[in-house]
């Protein structure tokens, strides 16, 4: 153990980096457990989407064009001009709908 | 090997004390990388993790869906369009859907009212989202008012809640029949909000949507495809106004870092003086400055990384939730489902950790490589 001892730096900065990286890869290991639970839980949500026929996240829903980003006309979010800028606070994470490539 | 050990143990415990020394200075710049890393790992592990929900929750949304468009806005679907669709090859059904927006002045939120395709509610009753229950505190048995389209109220008993697990698609959503939802918003028999089609086969979707365009060219067909793409250029492309912040912090890191790099303060090149002249060489010095670079950064990056999937998967991300909500009153609340991906950890640390290391190395390089009188006496 006289290895690790905290008394010299070295061992403490050991000790340190041992510490850090064992919470590191606890909560790793923990998102395996985690994963199954919330892949169970998102079930229901896709058991939802596939019995309503939903096509959107319910993030944004302050403004029509917003509630449905995926089905808004296109430039809905930027009604003035396409880049222009936008009412809701929403609008600053949904760019100008694109033509499909 | 027991020798060389020793002498970078020796070195490490130098580089531990010359650390303490400087206690306060070193603490403040372990903060800040530590929020810099902090912050950094949150956004991408967020907007990984949304991205990824979105993907998957989408999996099972329809596979087209066809909108009228009149006067380049999107209008009511008659129901031969329907049938029109349906005689195409490589359509397996088509569904009219019905759906359309309410806002409701209690909470001042816009609702989303819809016809499920199976399942529906009886006459008269409804199925809510949880969180625009929870919102307007209601419970199964209690009386929902909205106004209709002709300003009338319309009472409906709430008959369930739908599962609080699936709030990030069914936040506002309000589930009814055909019958009610054609009254409240006046909407005549043989029209609908648009069309969902499944196709026989999947790979020839665009095809198929193709077909669309050119028997009903006054449509527009969104894919699946197109529906994953805009959640990912939610998420990906804009990483929204968190990296906005960052920036901001990213630029003094940088400026700290710089100023280390710029060079070494005279108290640090007259240690390395007194430390060249009790007989350590150039490779001795670079060894220990390169040691307190990688602890201080090696800490940093692993105590950033980890408050970071704290924050993102055990917390809820509080810190984003004020810019996802924007002006959205029904805002769901959903745990993300974590992915341990080692390339963007390896990446992730690549960008913090070795920049840093670099930049400490270069100051000391020229100060070691100097003569240990002419370092000292400066």
New interface residues.
């Given amino acids: 153990m006289a290895l690790f001892s905290a008394r ?3 061992g ?2 050991a000790w ?2 041992a510490g ?2 064992a ?2 890869l606890l ?2 290991v923990d ?2 457990r ?2 199954e639970e ?2 169970r ?2 079930a ?21 064009y ?6 808004a ?2 430039h809905a979010a930027f009604q003035d001009h396409p880049g222009a800028l936008e009412h ?3 609008g ?4 100008p709908a ?1 033509p ?1 490539p | 090997m027991n020798t060389w050990i020793e002498r970078q143990r020796g070195l490490l415990d130098t580089t531990v004390a010359n650390l303490r020394r400087r206690k306060a200075r070193n603490l403040g710049l372990f903060m800040a990388y530590v929020l810099l890393v902090f912050l950094l790992a949150s956004v991408v592990l967020f907007g990984d993790g949304m991205r990824r929900e979105a993907r998957l929750l989408l999996e099972v949304a329809p596979e087209l869906v066809v909108q009228r468009l009149t006067a380049g806005r999107h209008d009511l679907m008659p129901a031969q369009w329907l049938e029109r669709i349906a005689g195409l090859r490589g359509v397996a059904a088509v569904e009219g859907r019905l759906w359309g927006y309410h806002h409701d002045a209690a909470v001042g939120a816009n609702l989303t009212l819809q016809v499920p395709k199976e399942a529906a509610p009886a006459a008269g009753r409804v199925h809510l989202g949880a969180t625009l229950a929870r919102l307007r505190g209601l419970a199964p048995g209690d009386v929902l008012s909205l106004r209709d389209h002709a300003g009338q109220p319309h009472a409906f008993v709430v008959e369930a809640l739908l599962d609080s697990r699936s709030e990030l698609v069914s936040a506002d959503l309000v589930l009814l029949c055909e019958a009610d939802f054609r009254a409240f918003f006046g909407i005549g028999a043989g029209l609908y909000t648009d069309a969902a089609l499944r196709v026989v086969n999947p790979l020839e979707t665009r095809t198929v949507a193709e077909k669309v365009l050119a028997r009903l060219p006054a449509t527009r067909v969104i894919s699946r495809e197109e529906m994953r793409r805009t959640y990912d250029a939610v998420f990906n492309w804009r990483q929204g106004l968190p990296l906005m912040v960052l920036s901001v912090l990213l630029a003094a890191f940088a400026l700290l870092a710089w100023d280390k790099a710029s060079g070494l303060s005279a108290e640090e090149r007259r240690e390395i003086g007194i430390l060249k002249a009790l007989g350590w060489d150039s490779g001795d010095v670079l060894a220990m400055k390169l040691w307190e670079g990688a602890l201080l950064s090696v800490l940093a990056f692993l105590l950033g990384y980890t408050l970071a999937w704290l924050h993102v998967y055990y917390a809820g991300a509080p810190l984003f939730e004020p810019v996802l909500k924007g002006w959205s009153v029904l805002y769901p609340r959903f745990a993300l489902a974590p992915e341990v991906d080692i390339s963007r950890i390896v990446s992730l640390a690549l960008l913090t950790v070795l920049p840093y290391v670099a930049a400490t190395l270069v100051p000391v390089w020229r100060a070691a490589t100097l003569d240990p009188d002419e370092v000292m006496r400066e």
């Fill in positions: 010299r730096g070295s403490l900065a340190l980096l850090s990286l919470c590191l909560v790793l998102a395996s985690m994963a919330r892949t839980e998102r229901h949500g896709r058991a939802l989407v596939a019995r309503v026929g939903l096509t959107d996240l319910a993030l944004f829903n302050e403004a029509r917003t509630r449905h980003l995926s089905q006309d296109r809701f606070p929403a600053s994470l949904a760019g694109r499909s």
